[in-house]
Structures are given as structure tokens and as C-alpha cells.
């Protein structure tokens, strides 16, 4: 799918590498000719400008086909502002984004609308028959489950096979004999990382994170190292407060939940029946657990929610663990970043894995026009692929805020090792949120470690939604 963009940073990462967490080592990271940071280097080389992308040709053998001005609406429940824009800016995302919509408007003859509506008022509006929207996303379990979404396998032009679909990745989402949610270049990939105050490391010798992670070396127990290596009661005062050194936090409790996934620890796997059932009940996460609780047990070593009120923009935290996205929040900061994949379980995992929530998007059931709703669907993950992709993590991120080549080298690195997760994308807001913050929940918050007590408990709870889940798919997949 977006392998082309990430191969593109890759090879422009390469040409002149540096090292943009520098700390104590035995030398300079693969690949590297420097560990000094250009970030707070004198002869540091100025920051590209951005640059806008150029409008592609129309795709190769696809044929024009005109649509009469017929309306596609797109109900967005979050996040719209990562789908459409309305206006151009100037800034290559924005425009990009923009111009996705009007080149789809103009090829197809159609006119595409969006809007924030919530679940309900689009679940309504498909009970109702009113095709009053076509598309929408991120859709709920519901959407699949109770008939709301027209199966993809149906629509006309989709070729899931080219490289702006994420064929792979739908598969792991498919839980019936049909595709019902599109995957593709359309939405960006949004995984999870663990962001670095480069300055700390320098100053407290911590071994290069970027030399670790192109090692293998950076695994979880190497992570809980360097958390507890920092941690300094800085003012004294024997209380872990806003002024002192911890090795790591973040704003949202679920997101300790992609240390299961980068550990190889997947929260959900299939039955002999092809079902969803809970993975968690193993060795390995009784493993992690017991390594996370400790960490956070470890004076320091975790911020905790109830210590202060910290951000990583303070200056003060080694590790912060969020979504990518994020990036484009350090640009302003009075330190130097980088950025790091979630670590592996140990040195023999084969790869990292970085969860990405799989922003997903489906066609309502209701629509009249199958024909305009594949045409839509194909195009603009085609244009995606041209254009919004390479403007968002090539440009944006790549270029406006991953401001060294080692640190453009790294994302590049991080997107070609996103993977997805059954459970988490389908049941991750509902029934199932006690399974996703498992980590968050019982390690950070209430640092047990009795992973059985834990899963006897919950279990209800997944089979509350699991059961009338796969009930009402099969009901939809006899007819």
C-alpha cells in the first residue's frame, strides 16, 4: 500500500544519515557517519522548505465517466480534518488534501460533500432508505454486524490487488466471507510511537535509541532500563513532582496498550471456526505484565497521572508514548525529538510491529448508486497514493518536522512496520476497551500483576458483544 512513499523517505533518509539521538555509545548507529545531533549542531544544514506536490495524470487505462453531478456524501465521525479540505493554504497536506477532492470531483463529474455526523444520525438515515450519505468512517462493529455496510466484494472498479489498497490488512479485518470495510491509501496510517527528548538522553548518557532500534537491541527490558536510568528526584524534595526526571508518560492510558502488539503479543486470534477469540491468556503476557508493572512500580522510572500533571513538551520526560501524528506537535519545542517504534519483546522477535488503529471507512448499505460509490472509493485512494501520501509523511512529517535525515530514516522505518489488529480496530471503543487498556488498566493504574483474575473477569464482557456480533453476521450473510 503506502510501501512506495516509506521506500521514497527510506532512500532520501540514507544519503546523508545522522544520528539525531546521540548519547553515550561505542559508536556511530548502521549506517550513520555522525552522532552529533544537526538539530543543535553550529553547522547543522538548514531544514528543507516544503514543497508542493504536482498534480498527477489521470490513472493509466481508467476511463473518464460522468456522473451528471451526482452527490457522494461522506458522514466523518472524528477527525474530519485528516480527510478534507475545503480551501488551499499553501501547506502541502492541506492542499493535497484539497486537491484530492476537487481533481475526484472533476474526473468523475460528481460532487462529494462531507460532513461530521455522529453514528446515530447515519445509522438513522440507513433504516430510513434516504441515501442521505454514501460513505462513512469510522464505523463501529455495529455498522458491520447489523446490515449498515454493503459489502465491497459487490462494488463495481475496486481493484484490491493494486498497491493503494491494503488487501493484507482488510484480510485481518475481514471476520465473514465478505470485505465490508475499505483499507486503503484514503486515511493515513496513524500508528503509535515512543517519542525521545534527545537533550535528556545526551544528558543523562543514555545509548543511542536509534543505534538500538537498527540492533535490535531495543526491547522492553531495554526500555524499562533506560526509564528507571533517568528517573532524578531533581529538586530534592523527596516527592516525584513537575520538576524532576521521569523516564515515561503520556496523556492517554490506552496507549500502553501497543506494548502487546510490538511484543509480538496479539489481543485477539481466530478459532477453528474462523472467530475472534481472546489471545491474552499466555506465558508472554503474563511476561509483559509483570515487566510493566514492575517499571511502574520503579520510583520515577513512570509519570504517574496522579504525580502531576506533566507533558512531554516540559522538557522533563524521557519516552512519550502517542500516535505519529504528534510529530507535527515538537516542532515547537525547546528540544530535540525523535521518534522510536514501541520495542520488542526480546532480541529474537524478528521485527518491530507498531499498531496502527486502522482508520477505516465503509459504503452504506443504503446507497442507490453502487457504481459512483466504487468509482469514488477506487479514484481517490489512487490519488491518495500519488499525492496525499508523499505530502503528508514525506513533506509534512518527513520534511517540516522530522528535521534530521536519521530521524526521516526512522519514520520511514516505523510506516513500513505498522501492522493491525482484529479486536482493536473492530471492539477497541466498546466491550472490549477493558481487553485493549488491559496494560493501562491493571498494570499502570492498579499495578497487579494477576493476569487470570484479570481475564475471568472481562471475559464476560467480550462475549457480550462477541456472541450477538457474529449472530447478526451470519444472519446478514445467509440473505
Request: net charge negative; glycine share 8%; charged share 25%.
Amino acid at each position: 500500500m503506502k510501501q512506495r512513499v516509506f521506500a521514497l523517505l527510506l532512500a532520501a533518509a540514507v544519503l546523508l544519515p545522522l544520528a539525531a539521538c546521540a548519547g553515550t555509545t561505542d559508536g556511530p548507529a548502521p549506517g550513520s557517519s555522525s552522532v552529533t545531533d544537526p538539530a543543535v549542531s553550529d553547522t547543522a544544514a538548514p531544514v528543507p522548505e516544503e514543497t508542493a506536490y504536482i498534480a498527477h495524470s489521470d490513472p493509466p487505462g481508467a476511463e473518464r465517466m460522468d456522473f451528471d453531478g451526482a452527490v457522494f456524501t461522506t458522514a466523518a465521525y472524528y477527525q474530519e480534518g485528516n480527510y478534507f479540505r475545503d480551501e488551499e493554504t499553501g501547506e502541502a497536506f492541506n492542499d493535497a488534501l484539497y486537491d484530492r477532492l476537487r481533481k475526484t470531483e472533476e474526473y468523475l463529474s460528481m460532487v462529494w460533500k462531507h460532513t461530521p455526523a455522529d453514528h446515530g444520525i447515519v445509522k438513522a438515515s440507513v433504516r430510513a432508505a434516504d441515501d442521505d450519505f454514501q460513505q462513512v468512517i469510522h464505523p463501529d462493529w455495529h455498522f458491520v454486524s447489523e446490515g449498515y455496510l454493503y459489502r465491497l466484494d459487490d462494488l463495481p472498479y475496486i481493484d484490491l490487488d493494486a498497491e493503494w489498497w491494503g488487501r493484507e490488512q482488510m484480510d485481518v479485518l475481514r471476520l465473514g466471507k465478505y470485505y465490508y470495510l475499505a483499507y486503503s491509501d484514503f486515511a493515513l496510517n496513524q500508528p503509535s510511537v515512543v517519542y525521545v527528548n534527545c537533550d535528556l538522553a545526551e544528558q543523562y548518557h543514555v545509548e543511542d535509541p536509534y543505534e538500538l532500534v537498527y540492533a535490535g537491541t531495543w526491547t522492553l527490558d531495554k526500555f524499562g532500563e533506560l526509564c528507571r536510568q533517568v528517573a532524578h528526584d531533581a529538586n530534592g524534595n523527596g516527592a516525584w513532582d513537575d520538576d524532576d526526571v521521569m523516564g515515561v508518560s503520556t496523556i492517554d492510558v490506552s496507549l500502553w496498550g501497543g506494548f502487546m502488539e510490538s511484543c509480538g503479543q496479539p489481543l485477539t486470534e481466530r478459532d477453528q471456526y474462523d472467530e475472534l477469540v481472546i489471545a491474552l491468556n499466555t506465558e508472554k503476557m503474563q511476561n509483559i505484565v509483570e515487566k510493566i508493572t514492575a517499571l511502574v512500580k520503579s520510583p520515577g522510572a513512570v509519570s504517574k497521572h496522579w504525580y502531576a500533571e506533566r507533558t512531554f513538551e516540559d522538557g522533563n520526560t524521557l519516552f512519550w508514548l502517542q500516535g505519529i501524528d504528534f510529530l507535527r506537535a515538537t516542532g515547537n519545542f525547546e528540544f530535540t525529538t525523535g521518534i522510536m517504534p514501541y520495542p520488542k519483546y526480546d532480541e529474537a522477535q524478528s521485527r518491530y510491529r507498531s499498531l496502527d488503529c486502522a482508520v477505516k471507512n465503509g459504503i452504506l448499505s443504503s446507497i442507490r448508486n453502487p457504481d459512483l460509490a466504487g468509482a469514488v472509493l477506487e479514484y481517490s485512494a489512487w490519488e491518495s497514493a500519488n499525492q496525499v501520501i508523499p505530502a503528508y509523511y514525506d513533506l509534512t512529517l518527513g520534511t517540516r518536522y522530522a528535521k534530521d535525515e536519521a530521524t526521516r530514516d526512522m519514520l520511514a522505518f516505523i510506516l513500513g512496520n505498522t501492522c493491525v489488529d482484529a479486536g482493536s480496530s473492530y471492539f477497541g471503543g466498546e466491550g472490549l476497551l477493558n481487553f485493549c487498556n488491559l496494560i493501562g488498566y491493571m498494570c499502570y493504574l492498579h499495578e497487579s500483576t494477576d493476569l487470570q483474575s484479570w481475564l475471568k473477569e472481562n471475559q464476560k464482557y467480550y462475549k457480550a458483544d462477541i456472541d450477538p456480533f457474529y449472530v447478526g453476521l451470519d444472519s446478514i450473510e445467509e440473505n
